[in-house]
């Protein structure tokens, strides 16, 4: 299946137990007397890879991870850490585990195998070959396609909506038809075209109906038995697995729950299937080498379409790493397991894998292997983007001109351009020693703190611990009374979206102090709320500090940890934004950076690089780099942090001088009518700006060690410069 979407958290204390076991090369190159050198050449070549590995199974909620490459002639594998987290049983590279979606490509061999046979068309339409299934509530089986279930553009809803998430994690014994799960699709009405398993059990059934034989029958006698797959194989309704498999987890809020013994019938024709690391590579060797496909279907399954999840083929998804190399395979997400598989285009180089546990933090593991095993591959274009690259060199000028203003000392820039990773600093990192600017310093983030708050109260409402339309006074009882307020009638959501009318705790003194005391969070909550609302709750829009604290006591209230505790188990830790901190009281500013400047009421730039920061608070204590903004803002507008319906939540916005301001991040018109969803941050020493497009693929992060009004008007011409391309 597709990644589950429950976003759980992820923290829970492991002793990853690194047992890693090499397998030689099992068949193709392992011949009696190869030369030693050449052996250590190739364990030298696995060692990074080894490596990638050891650090996801040793990191914290991750048991262990099973991988293996085919290249060329050439198979290696490799697992490390536990099988078994109570019996510390050691992960085995040819253990079987469940592949979720990836059994989606199997579906899509059989589906385009019967198209080159002629057995069917992939622009039949759903009604032809199953008359009036998908019909009413807005459908029309007539006007949907086979290609359109192969790619996920059919409108068709997923049958896997949270409720039924949900309801698996409470009994994962149960068992589904797929009539139910259709029938269950099609009470929500139409998307847009979004990633969907109902797609795919809609194809099982033209695959009945075409052929006169189950879908596991013509996967068996068309890919499995003429490729040798013996651990391969569907379990329809049984929830026993391979005795020689490993523990499946789901990470539910840090507990690692067993869900080993599960029911894989909801999962159907869209992620049902058994394999091993060995097997699918073979399969993923022999489908993108040409073996089961003639170039003609092989074309159209490699003709891809852009979805929120990515570009999609015919049961095939299309990765570029940051490298540039691209990758055709398939990601499989279900209870217990996360997996990939797949390789380049000509098949020469695959691989598979699989961790043991779906939750926050897999995936990002399985992207960080992905990309050290393909590192280096990357090959230039031969007909290079010159517009982006008149773009990028035009925008670094832009940059340097921006950066010779009196006003602003240096800036550091870093983003994703098309899903590539850039960086660049201009101007001086220190008025006086005019040392050059670094792109890589680390700097405040000021208020951009208040989206990693709210992606964090968002996930909590996505597992239903809180709901957004909960009075403040349910989770924090007598904290907002009097002068005025009544936190029954101010709401989670308005205090994310600055809309509760609750006075913010900063002024214009503190914007020109030179030093400050040691505030509390009490402290800050009683500054706010000592003076009057500024309108009734919902009745406009304020910007106020307090709103961010007091969500961040909400969090503390609903999960029993500070936010910040929070934020490094759920995003930073998964994400590995190992330089992001939270600054608290410490006045120092961690790793390498530029001197901060403030202004003061005569307009000039004063030194303000250390000092008490504890009056931001979740307002905007965070500490962080151009590459980890890049990192967070990627994921959360990528989707990888919320699903799509906190998503639609936190970018429904309402007016205000910023644009629309929705849950933690506002949205920004363009002139061109382009737009970017972010957040600023000023604080004391640095002006930021960090945001992108929704998908994550265009990322831009700014940041001036200075504040006053020329940083905010230069942050802002960047990005609108940068965005408006």
């Known amino acids: 299946m597709k990644p589950f979407h429950m976003k759980k958290g992820a923290s829970l204390t492991l002793s990853a137990l690194l047992i890693g076991t090499l397998i030689l090369p099992t068949y193709g190159c392992a011949e009696a007397g190869v030369d030693q050198a050449i052996t250590q050449q190739k364990e030298t070549v696995h060692a990074k890879t080894k490596e990638a590995i050891d650090k996801a199974a040793a990191s914290e909620n991750i048991p262990g991870v099973i991988f293996a490459v085919k290249k060329g002639k050439d198979f290696w594998s490799y697992a490390s850490g536990e099988a078994n987290v109570e019996s510390k049983k050691p992960m085995q590279a040819d253990y079987s585990f469940r592949i ?21 068309s992939l622009d039949d339409s759903v009604e032809k070959w199953l008359p009036g299934v ?209 390789g380049t285009k000509d098949g020469e180089h695959v691989i598979a894998m699989s961790i043991n546990v779906l939750g926050e933090g897999a995936v990002s593991h399985i992207e960080n292997i992905q990309m050290t095993e393909f590192s280096g591959q990357a090959k230039q274009p031969s007909t290079p983007d010159q517009a982006a690259q008149k773009h990028g060199e035009e925008l670094k000028h832009f940059i340097d001109e921006k950066a010779k203003s009196k006003d602003i000392p240096g800036i550091v820039a870093a983003g994703l351009r098309d899903g590539e990773y850039w960086s660049y600093a201009a101007g001086v990192a220190n008025l006086d020693h005019k040392n050059p600017m670094e792109p890589d310093f680390t700097f405040r983030i000021g208020s951009v703190t208040k989206a990693f708050v709210a992606t964090l109260v968002l996930q909590l409402a996505q597992e239903k611990k809180l709901n957004l339309d909960d009075s403040v006074e349910k989770w924090l009882p007598g904290v907002v009374k009097g002068n005025g307020y009544d936190g029954n009638k101010i709401t989670i959501r308005q205090l994310l979206n600055q809309t509760s009318g609750i006075a913010s705790y900063t002024s214009k003194d503190m914007r020109y102090a ?42 503390q209230k609903v999960t029993g940890e500070k ?109 061109n009518g382009k737009t970017y969803w972010g957040h600023g941050g000023g604080i004391h020493g640095f002006e930021t700006l960090a945001g992108g497009t929704l998908g994550g693929k265009d990322i831009l992060v700014t940041n001036i060690n200075a504040v006053g009004p020329e940083p905010i008007i230069a942050n802002q011409a960047i990005f609108e410069k940068e965005f408006s391309r």
Do not use: C
């Open 514 to 555: 030179t030093s400050f005391p040691q505030y509390t969070v009490v402290d800050l909550v009683r500054m706010g709320l000592a003076k009057p609302p500024v309108f009734k709750p919902g009745a406009g829009w304020d910007y106020s500090n307090t709103n961010t604290v007091l969500a961040g006591l909400v969090i």
């Open 563 to 671: 936010y910040d505790v929070q934020i490094k188990k759920r995003i930073l830790g998964p994400l590995q934004m190992t330089d992001t901190s939270f600054s608290g009281s410490n006045p120092k500013i961690p790793g390498q950076h530029a001197t901060g400047y403030s202004m003061n009421r005569a307009g000039k730039l004063f030194d303000f690089t250390e000092y008490n920061p504890s009056f931001a608070n979740a307002a905007g204590e965070m500490i962080s780099t151009g590459k980890d903004l890049t990192t967070f803002f990627s994921a959360l507008l990528g989707g990888k942090l919320l699903n799509d319906k906190m998503m639609k939540q936190m970018t429904t916005g309402v007016d205000s001088p910023y644009g629309k301001y929705g849950l933690g991040i506002y949205k920004v018109t363009l002139p």
């Open 134 to 342: 998908v019909q009413g509530n807005g459908y029309d089986g007539n006007k949907i396609t086979i290609r359109q279930l192969l790619n996920h553009t059919s409108g068709v809803a997923d049958y896997l909506d949270d409720e039924l998430k949900e309801s698996i994690l409470q009994n994962s014994t149960q068992t589904f038809t797929a009539e139910q799960l259709i029938s269950r699709a099609l009470k929500h009405t139409p998307t847009t075209g979004d990633y969907s398993n109902t797609n795919t059990v809609l194809m099982k059934l033209i695959i009945q109906k075409v052929t006169g034989e189950t879908y596991a029958e013509q996967i068996k006698k068309r890919i499995i038995e003429p490729l040798q797959l013996k651990e391969t194989f569907l379990p329809e309704n049984s929830q026993s697995i391979p005795k020689n498999s490993p523990n499946g987890y789901f990470n539910n809020a840090g507990t690692l729950m067993d869900m080993t013994d599960l029911n894989p019938s909801f999962a159907d024709a869209a992620g049902g299937m058994i394999s091993t690391a060995k097997d699918l590579t073979t399969f993923f060797s022999a489908l993108l080498g040409g073996k089961l496909l003639t170039p003609k279907i092989q074309k159209e399954m490699l003709t891809t379409v852009d979805t929120p999840h990515g570009k999609f083929g015919l049961g095939i998804q299309k990765v570029t790493l940051p490298n540039g190399t691209t990758i055709w395979g398939h990601q499989g997400g279900i209870p217990g397991f996360t997996n990939f598989a797949g």
């Open 100 to 120: 979720g979606s990836i059994t989606k490509s199997f579906v899509g061999v059989v589906a385009l195998q019967l198209a080159e046979e002629k057995k069917l």
